[in-house]
């Protein structure tokens, strides 16, 4: 009794294991019933057309405070208010009277002290004056002519110049006000081309590029398109909105675009043909992402690198090419190497059960 009982405990065992091998080999074929059904959809090259839209503010090319770089008496202006002026044009011209009469008495000092020294140095040749009173006189001439110096150097700062070519603003102050360093007199600024800077979220930074082109929009032009191109791009995200600062220059010969002016800007950038495949096709697992793809009614898990994303596809940089056919609904029932049936295809012939007709 006791070795039938053993007898039948192994015969379980032995049923219970050609069940389980059983299963996998189903499993593996697709499921009990078969290959497992799936939906499938073939992978296309498509025209992908980089865009980004921003919010930016114009600014001047170059822009300015004019201010005085000494305190005086304003004297006289030699713009008006709107003029355009060139590099190097005199703007302001402020009172000078104590100025030239320093410069006037400095000149005097340097002349004496050199008249001094050319005696003196004649006298030195005959040992009739020492080398170190000759060397005291030397140095005085050489303080007398940076005094000389300072005194041009001041009386330069009297007359304000145009550092740059542009466009001056309104005047803030009149003839014969007192001005000092940190009065402003008026603005000057470049406008033959606008700096627009705008902030663009870090997941673009693989599509932004130096020279790329730019649209922008004002409303205050609402049928006029700006064109531009990308001039620079800033090395820092912000830590907060973790965007990233990029400055666009846009060409303003007519001067229509004003420094502050609020603008919209459309970005684009030309991919050309990309693989692009079904989102719903990507598996991922970790952090790497799968597909499988279907030939010959067999499907095979491949790895794949992804790309930009776009509404319901994802761009494929490597693992698929255009016109291979994955799997878009099924996924979960499919193994790699496993036999599907494509829903509205035929099933495929397993390898491993002969043909009807040949048996």
Known sequence: MQQLRKLLFLTAILALLAACEEETAASARGGFGGPATVITQQVELQHIVDKIDALGTANANESIEIRPRISSLIESFAFTEGQNVMAGDVLVQLEDNEIVAGLTLAEANLSESRSLYNRSKSLADTNAISASTLDQLLAQVRVDEASVEAAKARLDNTVIRAPFSGRVGLRRVSPGSFVNTSTVITTLDDVSQIKLDFAVPAMFLTVLSEGMNISAQSLVYPDRIFEGAVASIDTRLDPISRAVQVRAVIPNEDGLLKPGMFMSVDLQRDRGEVVVAPEQAI?????????????????????????????????????????????????????????????????????????????
Do not use: C
Not at 298 to 322: D, H, N, S, T, Y
């Open 283 to 359: 598996v991922p697992e970790g952090d790497n992402q799968y597909v499988y793809v279907v030939a010959g009614g067999v499907a095979e898990k491949r790895r794949v690198q992804l790309g930009r994303r776009i509404p319901g596809f994802v761009a494929i940089e490597a693992g698929l090419e255009a016109g291979e056919s994955v799997i878009t609904e099924g996924t979960h029932k499919v193994r790699d190497g496993a036999a599907v049936e494509v829903l509205g295809q035929p099933a495929a012939q397993r390898p491993d059960r002969p043909d009807p007709d040949l048996t």
